[in-house]
């Protein structure tokens, strides 16, 4: 019995999902240097003051409290240029606006400095980079800006990755007869197809995020590997924007079945070619990239 068939059959059982998602520097003080060129200071008038409600998923402040939840403020301020090239970052300001401790700010200065947004240079003081530095592979940067001014070319570039990522990555996990994990990309199709018949959009985003990182997993290339967080990132923000499943249907269900039927098959081919039809994008449906999620 194929992928497919088996998933349709059993649509109608309730499953539940326990899927589970996916750097400090410490090289020079946060203090303003003394001599430093003081400029205009940042705007802060109209951010959100109750850290509290920032409740994006991001893998690099995620669960971590204030510190995470200032991470996550000053990185969407940062990338939506709120905080423009070259301003300056003070700490004792930042941690008046948002009522909490020099530790808090350090902290959360150090992880966005990791991600290129920042830097911090004796004599000088810290300051925010230019787009040119950032790590524009990093999940939290992918995030912020598919919810933010550039949120058009966000979405466009991860299109474009994953046309480049995973049809690759299908032909090549054909190659490898691992059946742990090819169960487990059929096991992740039919709690899909549970989903879908229940309604349950989360646990479908959930089950078609760890299809697809295992996918890349399976194609046995550590550098395609490491490029498995922009797949989940772009599906986890986007509901997958150039796959059916931004609107989970049966078409979506098919193409990821026929999937993993050509990888028990060893049908390289054949495991391409499902891959772009479920990347295909219809242009009939309108996409718009949805309002960020509360977790």
């Not at 090819?182 to 197809?193: F, K, P, S, T, W």
């Amino acid at each position: 019995m194929s992928t497919l068939a088996h998933t349709m059959m059993t649509a109608a059982r309730s499953v539940e999902s326990g899927l589970g998602a996916p750097g400090d520097l410490d090289r020079y003080s946060y203090t303003e240097a003394p001599g430093a060129d003081r400029v205009a200071p940042p705007a802060w008038e109209g951010v959100e003051t109750d850290l509290g409600r920032v409740g994006r998923r991001a893998t690099g402040s995620r669960g971590r409290g204030l510190h995470g939840q200032l991470v996550q403020q000053l990185g969407q301020m940062i990338v939506s240029g709120d905080l423009g090239a070259d301003r300056p970052l003070v700490p004792e300001e930042i941690g008046q606006r948002f009522e909490v401790s020099r530790t808090v700010v350090r902290e959360s200065l150090r992880v966005l400095e990791a991600k290129g947004l920042v830097s911090a240079r004796p004599n000088v003081g810290t300051r925010v980079r230019p787009v040119s530095d950032w790590n524009l592979l990093d999940p939290d940067i992918i995030e912020w800006r598919a919810y933010g001014p550039q949120r058009d070319d966000q979405r466009r570039e991860l299109n474009e990755l994953r046309w480049t990522i995973e049809p690759l990555a299908a032909r090549l996990a054909a190659g490898h007869g691992r059946e742990d994990v090819q169960q487990r990309l059929a096991d992740m199709v039919e709690i899909m197809g549970h989903a879908y018949a229940q309604g349950d959009a989360l646990t479908f985003s959930r089950a078609d995020t760890e299809f697809h990182s295992l996918l890349i997993q399976l194609a046995g290339n550590r550098m395609l590997e490491h490029l498995s967080g922009i797949v989940a990132a772009a599906l986890q923000v986007s509901g997958g924007p150039v796959t059916a499943c931004d609107r989970p249907g049966e078409a979506c269900l098919t193409h990821h079945a026929r999937i993993v039927d050509a990888l028990a098959a060893g049908d390289a081919h054949g495991a391409e070619t499902a891959m772009r039809q479920l990347l295909t994008v219809h242009p009939e449906v309108e996409r718009v990239v949805p309002a960020p999620r509360e977790h």
